[in-house]
T-cell receptor, first 117, second 111 residues
Framework: DTGVSQDPRHKITKRGQNVTFRCDPI?????LYWYRQTLGQGPEFLTY????????KSRLLSDRFSAERPKGSFSTLEIQRTEQGDSAMYLC???????????????FGQGTRLTVV | KNEVEQSPQNLTAQEGEFITINCSYS?????LHWLQQHPGGGIVSLFM???GKKKHGRLIATINIQEKHSSLHITASHPRDSAVYIC?????????????FGTGTLLAVQP
């Protein structure tokens, strides 16, 4: 296993189009996170999965955004009717939470850079 | 005011210099990450710590829980250390272990 992988690495789309990103976490990692990073800023939390259950969503995640992790392995993040303000780096991270362990180290993918023109 | 503040925002150093990047946070945390991000975008975790000090090669990270402050030190800096260094904290009591990030410190090490 080579770590967290994201696809595509870059996406240019026209305003109003739908886009979908994929994240493959490290095998057996039960936690998966999506973050968004705009230019010059630190990443911001979007949503979190424990196995296949989406347990938390940020208010940054408008109704145009949807994320799934259907089998508790890979995850997809879809943005409908993209806007120029959606242009950002979308980062995926995964971690393994064990019973009795409070802190879990997160491992990040390379990110998908979205440009909406 | 951001929950995680880093200083400086930008740092230029000469090769070989000792570098310190600081991180202060205002929330209770269970752990703190130091991360490195290169221009391509990918983030690499350097350290996760909840107390004391950790060392890995030329990198040293310290944390003072009482003062809510952490530092990342780079000894004998090299141009390949040029990157954005990001401090991120895990909010204490949160079940998700999601991270709250600082805005990063852009480090440029000149030969």
């Amino acid at each position: 296993d080579t770590g967290v992988s994201q696809d595509p690495r870059h996406k240019i789309t026209k305003r109003g189009q739908n886009v979908t990103f994929r994240c493959d976490p490290i095998s057996e990692h039960n936690r998966l996170y999506w973050y968004r990073q705009t230019l010059g800023q630190g990443p911001e939390f979007l949503t979190y999965f424990q196995n296949e259950a989406q347990l938390e969503k940020s208010r940054l995640l408008s109704d145009r955004f949807s994320a799934e992790r259907p089998k508790g392995s890979f995850s997809t993040l879809e943005i409908q009717r993209t806007e120029q303000g959606d242009s950002a780096m979308y980062l995926c991270a995964s971690s393994l939470a064990r019973v009795g362990t409070v802190n879990t180290e997160a491992f990040f993918g390379q990110g998908t850079r979205l440009t909406v023109v | 005011k951001n929950e995680v503040e880093q200083s400086p925002q930008n740092l230029t150093a000469q090769e070989g210099e000792f570098i310190t990047i600081n991180c202060s946070y205002s929330v209770g945390i269970s752990a703190l990450h130091w991360l490195q991000q290169h221009p391509g975008g990918g983030i690499v975790s350097l350290f996760m710590l909840s107390s004391g000090k950790k060392k890995h090669g030329r990198l040293i990270a310290t944390i003072n829980i009482q003062e809510k402050h952490s530092s990342l030190h780079i000894t004998a800096s090299h141009p390949r250390d040029s990157a954005v260094y990001i401090c991120a904290v895990m909010n204490y009591g949160g079940a998700t272990n999601k991270l709250i990030f600082g805005t990063g410190t852009l480090l440029a090490v000149q030969p």
